[in-house]
């Protein structure tokens, strides 16, 4: 069976760095069947066609034949909770299909415990739960492991394999950003002996997050952790004034990164406001938040 493979974001993006799990994992088991695998190309016609689409922004390519087995959060038709099936979610991710990624993806635990607002998460994966091990999510050409669990910590399982992750020589990222809350000092001590590939991230995208953020950074530091090291990503809903209240409680550790996200979920018709989108894309992404607060800031730009 031929099998032609369509990465949206790939499609979208002019410079796509992050490989599609989904779509590694199908191109493996195709391959286990022998069946020819390559990105999909319009002019060349396939028995069987998968197309992947992450983000609600990302736009849907109009000429995938009818027929194309569609999956991903960024189609709104498609159930949040759909799932590969076991044979298929089981494979060894095939990274040929980005040669440019030099890390190995995945998760060690799926889904969370909490049900924030704005986070699709609980209804696509469910409560957290044992996922894999880490052996068999890394790979052996690279000491980097990105790892994509949405609340590691809520899990003892996650918190061993983080553990059990010290001494192995290979270098993490949790680029979903942890749970401050979560971090006890044994947990702090964990982080503290783990290699990272770059910045332990955490959330803090409501004002009650603050206290225990300031809490884990502070436990962190005990541990030789600085400040330069931690990565927070800020939730910018449309209240403008409690992101800015968030971002200015947060510098007083010199030399922290803040990573804004504007609120955007098209299943439930919520779409940034121009002024949402200049506090991340230009007060945040452009480091301005370190010099000005968001007030002399607007007041500058006359917006
Ligand atoms: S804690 Fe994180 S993953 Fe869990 S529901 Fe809230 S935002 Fe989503």
Redesign the pocket.
């Known amino acids: 069976m031929t099998i032609g493979l369509h990465d949206a974001e790939k499609e979208h993006m002019k410079r796509k760095t992050f490989p599609n799990l989904a779509l590694m994992k199908l191109s493996a088991w195709h391959k286990s069947r022998k069946d020819p695998v390559e990105w999909w190309n319009p002019l060349v016609s396939y028995e069987r066609i998968y197309s992947s689409k992450v983000f609600d922004f990302t736009p849907e390519n109009p000429y995938l034949p009818a027929g194309t087995i569609r999956g991903g959060t960024g189609y709104p038709d498609i159930p949040l909770n759909s799932q590969l099936p076991p044979e298929i979610d089981r494979m060894f991710p095939d990274y040929t299909l980005y040669p440019a990624c030099d890390y190995a993806i995945g998760y060690l635990t799926r889904g ?1 415990p ?3 607002r704005w ?1 699709i ?2 209804q696509k994966e469910g409560h957290v739960r044992p996922y894999r091990r880490w052996e068999e999510v890394v790979r052996q050409d690279t000491d980097k492991l990105v790892l994509m669990d ?2 590691i910590l809520a899990s003892d399982h996650g918190i061993r394999e983080l553990e059990r992750l010290i001494g192995s020589g290979y270098r993490i990222d949790l680029n979903q950003g942890m ?1 401050a809350r979560l971090v006890t000092p044994e947990v702090a001590k964990i982080l503290s002996r783990l290699k990272w590939i770059r910045f332990l991230r955490f ?1 803090c ?1 409501q004002r009650s997050q603050i206290a225990p953020l300031c809490r884990a950074i502070d436990l962190l530091g005990k541990y030789g952790i600085k400040p330069y090291r931690i990565f927070v990503y800020l939730l910018v809903t449309k209240d403008l004034e409690d992101a800015s209240f968030r971002t200015e409680a947060l510098k007083i550790y010199r030399n922290i990164n803040l990573y804004a996200q504007a609120e955007r979920n098209d299943r439930m018709g919520i779409n940034p406001s121009s002024l949402q989108l200049e506090f991340q894309q230009r007060y945040i992404y452009s480091g301005c938040y370190r010099k000005e607060t968001w007030e002399q800031y607007r007041e500058r730009k006359s917006i």
Do not use: G
Request: hydrophobic content about 10%; charged content about 15%; some cysteine.
């Open positions: 969370c909490n049900h924030c986070c998460v609980p949405n609340n749970d959330s995208d």
